[in-house]
Structure formats: structure tokens, C-alpha cells
């Protein structure tokens, strides 16, 4: 009876260890490598759109298809923050002393999307112009569950089921204006 | 064996070659992420350079005098090389560590650039004895210019982003040397009417009178039987050890020849397609030589070459005032680093760029293919981007400053503010007020620009 108790208890242990902890390692590194090419697209995306002032259907489009190829479902969320240099002038001219106040208002994915005229069979426009000074963030995570994430909740994680592990986001000053 | 010792035997072998795996991924994990941060402040630091040269040239009077440029100049390398550091944190005396990553800027102005990068220099050492060593400085203010020779004739005509040339040297033993305008279109010899519009700007009216002038003196002068027209084809031009080049050896384009369908302002004219090889070839010639240079001098095992520009980045960088930034061989992880980053600026006194006039209409300014701006009928006033800018001046005491703008109309929220894709035609399809406007603060755009005096 005890030696067939320690015989399991081998069997289930030595299972562990020669498929669930190679598979967890390994799919773990597929999440790395998936976090990887997801930041590296995030960052030339929007390092593009601040040096070329502009963002384009076509680019978008490759971003979206770079971070499927990782074989994830991903939540892409946009923002633009447009300089508004004229509150601040209309407030330079009450006083001379005082440089006034630039505001930003925010343009969001689904708006940034819709001019870009993505999905829609006959777009007005494929280009969003920017300017110097405006301000991009793009912020991407992953919607899917991966293998790594489901082991990780089977064996040890109490909460948190639905987070995400690939996140990537990056965000800056656009340089130029765009043409 | 028993299952036990298998299992045991298995895991000896998967798991350190798990363990290394990861660690190995984890290392190209880290490199790939170094690498892509190190992109970002390279391009960070090469836009901070561009708005220290903006703040310092646009605030300074005497920005376009030589020496007060190639201060300002300096300034802004200096801000590139501070805002590098600070990002890849090693700020302070540590901050020169970062120089020797970097083989040369490029700073390009309205008719040439300047490349900063190691060259020789002398020092004294302890011992009093003179030695050498290679350090960063600014080289000579480098002209987009090429020589054409044929017979007798020998001269050297230098180019600019726009449509300003110098022409010097000798046609038939006969020394010249003129700068000017070149255009293409019908102008009154007075400079009143341009292309059917009549011009109302004192300025602008200088400035067509000159350009004609001096159009026609490039076309029809002759010296000793030949004229500077003829003289300017790609296929007498030569490179500096007195060679053909073998991509102009058939070409027997008249560049200098402006007329309507070889226009000096169109993008797609010969003139354009020449000036803009020969600013790619010399930035390109010119740059090549100062990074292999560094490259047989550092101390540094790293193998310093100049990286291809893609056809975007000339675009970019032979389109207005650029600084163009190179960084090799900087420790990344597994890796090298060798990225460089371009940055466009928007905002200088050094060159007009016709995207950046803004025309006034109903109490703000807008560009000139703003739907708003196509309403406006008379006259319509308009002036360059950096005029709409705050300006700072010094009230009476030192701590007196007083923020003033030249011209109080708000930027359009259709064009300027949140700019949609409009579409561009081409002046002449646009009314006779617009077209009128545009005409006027060009050439008088133009006109005032100080330029440097090239000839010799």
C-alpha cells in the first residue's frame, strides 16, 4: 500500500516535471517573445508618426498585422492630444506679462479610426495630420488568454484570471507638421 | 532502471537546457528592448537639438551672420549631447563618454550643411610637446555646389532648397560671380506683374525685378559667344579630382534653362531632379569620408560605417533645415547599437518653405488649400508660420519681459490647429486673390531672407 502511494505520487510528480514545467517555461517565452515584437511594433509605430507628423491607414494597418502575427487578440487604444496654441494667445493679450495657457483636447481610438476610414469601403480620408506639438500614445494589450496564463492560473495564481501579460505603450511629442 | 531514476535522468537534462533557453531568449528579450529605447532618445535628443537651433536662431537678429550661426549651431549640438546623456543616464562630466558613439551630425541649412564629427586637432601634453588626437568640431560650412567645365569655360554654381543660385568662375577668360533667382514665367520688367497677377508688395515687386533680371542674365548673356546656359549640363560637370561623372555623361539637360516646363520652383522640374542629386551626393560623399575617417582613428573596436538613407528620409532631409544625427557601436545588450535620426525643423529663419505661409482671412490665419481661406476675395495679407509665433522682448528693467505676437489673428481649427488631409492643387488653379497672396509673401519672404555672401 505505501509503496504504490510513493509510485503515484512519483508518477504525478515526475509528469509535472517532464511536460507541465518545459511547457510552462517554453510558453512563458512564447509570451516574452510575443511582449517583444509587440513593443518593438508599438515603438516604431509611434516613433514614425512623431518624425513623419501623420498617421496613415497603411501603417496602421501593418502595426495591426505585426501584433496578429504573434497569434494574440489585442486591445489597441489611441489617443491624440492636439495643441490648442489660441486660448493662450486670446489670454497674451489681457496682459503682456503673462505667456498664457495652451490647452490639449483628446481625440480617441474610435474617432482617430473613423478618420482614418478604417473599415469603411469608401474612405474620405486614409490620413490623420498632425502637427508640431501634439502629443501620441498608443497603449496595446493583449485580450486572449495565453497557454502561459492558463497554466499560471491553474497551478498558482489565485487572482487575477483575466489579466493581461503582453502590454506594451509608448507615447510623445510630435515633431514635425505633418504634409 | 526504475521510473524514478528516469524521471530523475530526464529532468538533469531538460531543465538546464530550459534554464538556458529562457536565459538565452530573456538576453535577446533585453537587447531587442535596449535597442528600441536607445531609437527613441536618439530621436528624442536629435528634436531637442532642432528646437534649441530654433529658439536660439529665430530669437537672434544676427542668426543668419556666419559666426552667430555656427554658434547657434553649436548650442544646439550641445543640447543634443546633454539631452543624450541625461536619457541613457550618464549626465554630467561622465556626459563626453557618449561622444565617441557618435561619428558625425549633420546640420543642413538653406544652401549647404555643416558636419560635426572628430577631426585631428593639436594639444600641448605635460611635457609641453605638441601632439595630436582626434575630437569633435564643427568643419567648414560645406556649399551644395558643383563645377562645370567645358572649353574655356569653368564655373561652379552653387545650390539652395529653393530656387536661389550663385553662379561663379570663368566663362571665356572672363572672371563672373552672381547670386540670384531663378524663375520661370512671364514677369513685367518692372516686377508688377507676375504671371498675370499683379503684384502690390514693394518687396515682392524687388524681388521679381531681380529674378528676371537675373534669369534672363543666365539665359541670354553671352560671353564671348557663349552663354552660362549652356555651359550648366550635367554632362560637363565635374567631382573634385577633375572627373565626369558617369551617370551625366550623356546628359545634356540645359538645368539652368527656366521655363514653364523646367520650372526652378516645381518639385518634378530638371532643375529640382539635378540640385537635388547633387545635395544627395555630397552629403553623402562628404559624410562617408568624416565617419570612415573617425572609424580609422577611434579607439573603439567598433567598425564605424555610414548607414543607407531610405528615398523618405532625403525626401526629408533635402525638403528644409534638418539635423541628422548618426549613433554606432554603443554597448546594447549582445549587441551594437547603429541607428541614426532625422528631424525636420519646422520653425527657422534660414529658408521659406511654402507649406509654412499663412494667410490671414476672417480673423484667423490658414493655409493656403483651407477651405475657409477659398471664400476670401481682395487682398489678402500673409506671412510666414514663425511670425504667428509669441515673441519675447525686454521691458525696461532686466526683469521686465514682455510677451508680444506680431499679428494677433487665431491659427484656423480646420488647417492648422487639427489639420485634415486637404487637397493640394497646383497656384495656378487657385483664385486671383489667393493666387495674388501667395505670389506677394513669397517673393517677399524670399527677399528678406539675409543670405550668406558665397562667392569668392
Not at chain 1, 79 to 89: F, Q, R, T
Request: contains cysteine; hydrophobic residues 35%; aromatic residues 12%.
Amino acid at each position: 500500500m505505501g509503496d504504490t502511494l510513493i509510485t503515484v505520487v512519483a508518477i504525478f510528480l515526475a509528469a509535472i516535471l517532464m511536460f507541465v514545467f518545459p511547457l510552462m517555461s517554453i510558453s512563458e517565452r512564447n509570451d516574452d517573445i510575443s511582449q517583444l515584437a509587440v513593443y518593438t511594433a508599438t515603438v516604431e509605430f509611434v516613433d514614425n508618426i512623431r518624425s513623419t507628423g501623420k498617421i496613415t491607414l497603411d501603417n496602421y494597418d501593418k502595426y495591426i498585422q505585426t501584433l496578429s502575427a504573434t497569434g494574440n487578440s489585442y486591445d489597441v487604444e489611441m489617443s491624440v492630444k492636439v495643441l490648442d496654441e489660441n486660448p493662450g494667445k486670446k489670454g497674451a493679450e489681457a496682459s503682456q506679462t503673462k505667456i498664457g495657457e495652451n490647452i490639449y483636447w483628446t481625440t480617441y481610438t474610435s474617432q482617430i479610426e473613423e478618420e482614418l476610414g478604417v473599415g469603411q469601403a469608401n474612405p474620405k480620408s486614409t490620413i490623420k495630420l498632425l502637427k508640431e506639438g501634439d502629443i501620441i500614445s498608443v497603449d496595446v494589450k493583449n485580450t486572449n488568454t495565453t497557454i502561459a496564463q492558463m497554466l499560471k492560473n491553474f497551478f498558482y495564481s489565485i487572482v487575477g484570471n483575466d489579466t493581461y501579460s503582453i502590454e506594451a505603450s509608448h507615447s510623445g511629442f510630435v515633431m514635425t507638421n505633418g504634409k | 532502471m526504475k521510473l524514478q531514476n528516469m524521471a530523475v535522468i530526464f529532468a538533469i537534462i531538460v531543465i538546464p537546457i530550459t534554464l538556458i533557453l529562457s536565459a538565452y531568449i530573456g538576453i535577446q528579450i533585453d537587447t531587442a528592448n535596449l535597442v528600441k529605447q536607445y531609437d527613441t532618445k536618439l530621436l528624442d535628443a536629435t528634436h531637442d537639438a532642432v528646437v534649441a537651433f530654433q529658439l536660439n536662431s529665430i530669437q537672434n537678429n544676427y542668426s543668419t551672420n556666419a559666426d552667430s550661426l555656427r554658434r547657434d549651431i553649436k548650442a544646439s549640438i550641445n543640447a543634443f549631447f546633454t539631452s543624450l546623456a541625461t536619457n541613457l543616464r550618464v549626465p554630467g562630466e561622465n556626459a563626453g563618454y557618449i561622444a565617441q558613439y557618435i561619428p558625425a551630425i549633420v546640420v543642413t541649412l538653406y544652401d549647404g550643411y555643416y558636419i560635426y564629427s572628430p577631426i585631428e586637432t593639436e594639444y600641448k601634453d605635460v611635457d609641453a610637446t605638441i601632439k595630436t588626437r582626434y575630437e569633435h568640431a564643427l568643419k567648414p560650412y560645406i556649399h551644395y555646389s558643383l563645377r562645370y567645365k567645358t572649353g574655356n569655360c569653368d564655373i561652379v554654381v552653387n545650390y539652395s532648397l529653393d530656387n536661389y543660385i550663385t553662379v561663379y568662375g570663368y566663362m571665356n577668360g572672363e572672371y563672373i560671380s552672381r547670386s540670384g533667382y531663378l524663375i520661370a514665367g512671364e514677369v513685367l520688367d518692372d516686377g508688377t506683374k507676375y504671371r498675370g497677377v499683379t503684384i502690390t508688395d514693394n518687396t515682392a515687386i524687388e524681388y521679381y525685378k531681380e529674378a528676371k533680371e537675373f534669369t534672363s542674365w543666365i539665359k541670354n548673356n553671352s560671353f564671348s559667344g557663349t552663354k552660362i546656359v549652356d555651359i550648366v549640363v550635367p554632362k560637363n560637370a565635374l567631382d573634385e579630382n577633375g572627373n565626369s561623372y558617369p551617370q551625366f555623361i550623356n546628359d545634356n539637360t540645359k538645368i539652368l534653362n527656366a521655363s514653364i516646363q523646367n520650372d526652378p520652383e516645381d518639385k518634378e522640374s530638371n532643375f529640382t531632379a539635378h540640385k537635388r542629386e547633387i545635395m544627395k551626393q555630397s552629403i553623402q560623399r562628404n559624410l562617408n569620408n568624416a565617419i570612415w575617417t573617425y572609424s580609422n582613428h577611434t579607439t573603439l573596436n567598433t567598425d564605424f560605417k555610414m548607414p543607407i538613407l531610405t528615398q523618405e528620409d532625403w525626401d526629408k532631409i533635402l525638403s528644409n533645415v534638418n539635423i541628422i544625427s548618426f549613433m554606432q557601436g554603443l554597448p546594447a545588450g549582445i549587441k551594437e547599437y547603429n541607428n541614426y535620426a532625422i528631424v525636420t525643423s519646422t520653425q527657422n529663419k534660414q529658408y521659406v518653405d511654402t507649406d509654412l505661409l499663412y494667410y490671414i482671412h476672417d480673423g484667423y490665419y490658414h493655409k493656403l488649400e483651407c477651405p475657409l481661406l477659398q471664400e476670401a476675395s481682395g487682398e489678402i495679407m500673409g506671412y510666414r508660420s514663425i511670425d504667428y509665433n509669441k515673441q519675447r522682448r525686454q521691458g525696461e528693467t532686466e526683469e521686465d519681459i514682455i510677451y508680444y505676437y506680431k499679428h494677433n489673428e487665431l491659427a484656423c481649427y480646420r488647417c492648422i490647429v487639427n489639420p485634415s488631409k486637404l487637397e493640394k492643387k497646383k497656384i495656378e488653379e487657385y483664385n486671383y486673390s489667393i493666387k495674388q497672396a501667395y505670389y506677394n509673401v513669397l517673393a517677399r519672404e524670399r527677399w528678406n531672407l539675409i543670405k550668406l555672401n558665397v562667392t569668392f
